[in-house]
């Protein structure tokens, strides 16, 4: 299949709903909250702490990540708390971090630590290369 097949093959309204996730991803705050919803669920405390942000601005934050359908919510007595609506979120979150790493000078800090996992594996020998 050729691209401009391909490109025609896509609905508008995906279009319009992956851009929509782009621009929830625009800002440092919400790539921060995700970050740390990708290791699982939290309350906004909790989240306000991890990115040093008071707990309103958090709570911004995650209403329009809510209303995007990238967080999910579950309410246990006063608190509520957030996780990441879906794999795919956690996994584009990730994603984009790691290609970040990639523009820095050196090894991926992903990398690094994937090797020292695989050293550790294996007894301490590994053939794994970065890059």
């Known amino acids: ?11 508008s309204e995906q279009v319009e709903l992956a851009v929509e996730i782009f621009r929830m991803l625009a800002d440092a705050t919400r790539i921060r909250l995700l970050w740390a919803l990708t290791e699982g669920e939290l309350s906004v405390n909790d989240l306000a702490d991890r990115v040093g ?23 246990d007595g006063n608190q509520v708390f957030y996780r990441v609506d ?3 979120v956690a996994s584009l979150v990730r994603d ?5 790493e990639h523009a820095t000078d050196g090894v991926p800090r ?5 090797d020292v996992a695989a050293i550790a594996a294996t007894g301490g020998t ?6």
Request: charged share 25%; no cysteine; proline share 6%.
């Open 53 to 75: 942000k008071p707990g309103p601005s958090v709570s911004q934050h995650l209403a329009k990540l809510r209303m995007a359908r990238m967080v999910r919510t579950r309410r």
């Open 96 to 100: 984009a971090v790691h290609n970040a």
């Open 86 to 88: 879906n794999e795919h």
């Open 110 to 114: 992903h990398h690094r630590s994937a």
């Open 126 to 131: 590994t053939t794994r290369t970065t890059g």
């Open 1 to 11: 299949m050729d691209a401009d097949a391909q490109a025609a093959d896509l609905p």
